[in-house]
């Protein structure tokens, strides 16, 4: 075979001492390593420290474990469905088709935050609601809300850094002091956070709790014109305040049970109320509360009227990405947005593909869902 006569015939290997064809070869050559360099860069090897968003989730695993099937944060949580109806006042705002006059069906998902799917329900939790918004002729809306009235880090780094720092230290069950101590010592920002979040009393249950979005985001209506807004879920229930001896000692899912009793007896509503920032809020930072003064314009209620555990096609497979927004609607530069979007991705790939285990929170219709 090597002294085949015809072999470089064959094979047009006289062709490679021709200089055009070796200059073709390394260009291609040069192709295969930048395709291989963008991967590279991507996934991080090439930047050991930068964070990425796989090494988010991997800090979440880190600090909470792995749980196969489950979110890795607001791990435990239950679905719920019902409908907005929208009374048309955020189309002077936004050309969203949620916003129209009318009525649009909706998915939604109760949760607490926090990596473990088991976690016994208690006053300290942070309370969350996603939603995805789904206009029979429109384009989707999610938005992922929680009960606080701002956020407790402004950047991504700030929320990789105050996962570890907030672990449980396994001897004593709680943070270390000494990690929380070091961490506001760099984030004045989150101290600031943590004495609005303290100053605003959590509610005795999901029900009566408002979700706040948090975020800037910026409305856009049929004239172009681009208005800055933050958007809240308030609760018509009343608001009454967590009380002090909690029963989560006798029965480990009592918020969620109470919520499941609540929307079984009678459907619960929630108003959604937008508040018009002015020039000088800030857009890009969660940390800071906009001036009371701003006005609020009520655009519709929502109202829950199914809740069921999580199952296969339910609420458990949707990513409440907070950027998919139908066009009406976009994202402010905010850099949590796009960190909250990627991490979602990889924490949705990731549970997509593993073995699921039932819930902590059973319904009586769990195994068919919401
Ligand atoms: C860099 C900051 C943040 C990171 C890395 C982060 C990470 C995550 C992850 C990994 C999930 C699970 C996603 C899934 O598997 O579907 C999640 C869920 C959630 N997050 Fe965040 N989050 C961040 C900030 C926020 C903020 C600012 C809010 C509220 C405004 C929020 C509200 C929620 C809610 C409500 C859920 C549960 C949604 C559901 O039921 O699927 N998160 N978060």
């Given at each position: 075979m090597a002294n085949d006569p015809n072999l470089s015939t064959r094979y047009q290997?006289?062709?490679?001492?021709?200089k055009g064809a070796l200059a073709r070869l390394a260009l291609i050559g040069v192709a295969i390593l930048a395709v291989v360099g963008c991967f590279a860069f991507v996934g991080g090897w090439l930047s050991p420290y930068r964070l990425t968003q796989a090494r988010m989730i991997d800090r979440f695993e880190q600090v909470n474990g792995v749980w196969p099937g489950?979110?890795?944060?607001?791990?435990k949580g239950v679905c719920i469905a019902g409908y907005f109806n929208s009374n048309g006042e955020g189309v002077q705002l936004s050309t969203a088709a949620v916003f129209r006059a009318g009525r649009v069906p909706v998915i939604g998902r109760l949760s607490l935050a926090g990596g473990h799917p088991y976690m016994a329900d208690g006053p300290a939790a942070v309370r969350a609601m996603g939603l995805a918004f789904r206009p029979p002729s429109g384009e989707e809306w999610r938005t992922a809300m929680i009960d606080?009235?701002?956020?407790?880090?402004?950047d991504p780094e700030g929320f990789y850094e105050q996962l570890l720092a907030s672990q449980p230290d396994p001897?004593?069950?709680?943070?270390d002091p000494a990690k929380i101590k070091e961490f506001l010592n760099h984030h004045p920002e989150t101290a600031r956070a943590l004495q609005i979040v303290q100053a605003n009393p959590f509610s005795s249950g999901f029900a009566n709790a408002s979700y706040n979005g948090l975020h800037a985001f910026r409305l856009v209506n049929a004239g172009g014109a681009s208005t800055p807004v933050r958007w809240s879920m308030v609760a018509v229930d009343p608001f009454e305040p967590e009380p002090p001896a909690q029963p989560a000692a006798q029965d480990k899912n009592y918020l969620f049970d109470a919520a499941i009793a609540r929307i079984e007896r009678a459907p619960v509503a929630w108003r959604l109320v937008l508040t018009i920032g002015e020039a000088g809020d800030p857009s890009n930072d969660a940390t800071i509360p906009w001036p009371s003064g701003r006005e609020h314009i009520d655009v519709g209620t929502l109202t829950i009227d199914n809740i069921g555990g999580e199952a296969p096609g339910n609420c458990r497979d949707v990513n409440f990405d907070p950027l998919v927004l139908p066009s009406g609607i976009e994202p402010s530069d905010d850099p949590l947005l796009s960190a909250r979007s990627a991490a979602y991705s990889t924490s949705f790939t990731r549970r997509a593909g593993e073995p699921k285990k039932p819930s902590a929170v059973q319904t009586p219709d769990s195994g068919k869902g919401a």
């Open positions: 290997l006289g062709s490679l001492a021709n489950f979110r890795r944060n607001h791990a606080i009235p701002v956020f407790i880090v402004k001897a004593t069950g709680k943070p």
